[in-house]
């Protein structure tokens, strides 16, 4: 059973970063891409940034692009989202999905399985 774990959050000041991880377990095949969501309550998951299998394409919201970067190693079945810069309005749940087979969705129907979620928390 293939089974997606965040972790890394938590709370930090603004300005500060945060390194979420996404261990994948339970697949031998590397050809799947990942993404990370976020979402407060009450409101639809919004994309964060995505990853290719091969790690060489990579796609980012506007509001993160130049603050976070995606990056995966495919030998220890990990994701990673570094997060540069933080601001209050990025406080909320992540999640990481994975997306069998190639291609780089952004739409958080395309994806097939999500970890449970980690809380990020940016005071002011």
């Known amino acids: 059973q293939v089974q997606l774990v965040e972790s890394g959050g938590g709370l930090v000041q603004a300005g500060g970063s945060l390194r979420l991880s996404c261990a994948v377990s339970?697949?031998?095949?590397?050809?799947?891409?990942m993404g990370w969501f976020r979402q407060v309550p009450g409101t639809e998951r919004e994309f964060v940034a995505a990853?290719?299998?091969?790690?060489?394409?990579?796609y980012y919201a506007n509001s993160v692009k130049g603050r976070f970067a995606i990056s995966r190693d495919n030998a220890k079945n990990t994701v990673y989202l570094e997060m540069n810069s933080l601001k209050p309005e990025d406080t909320t749940v992540y999640y990481c999905?994975?997306?069998?087979?190639?291609?780089?969705?952004?739409?958080?129907?395309?994806?097939?399985?999500w970890g449970q979620g980690t809380r990020v928390t940016v005071s002011s």
């Open positions: 339970g697949r031998t095949s590397s050809t799947y891409a």
């Open positions: 999905a994975l997306k069998d087979g190639y291609g780089i969705p952004t739409r958080w129907r395309s994806y097939d399985l």
């Open positions: 990853i290719d299998w091969s790690g060489n394409n990579t």
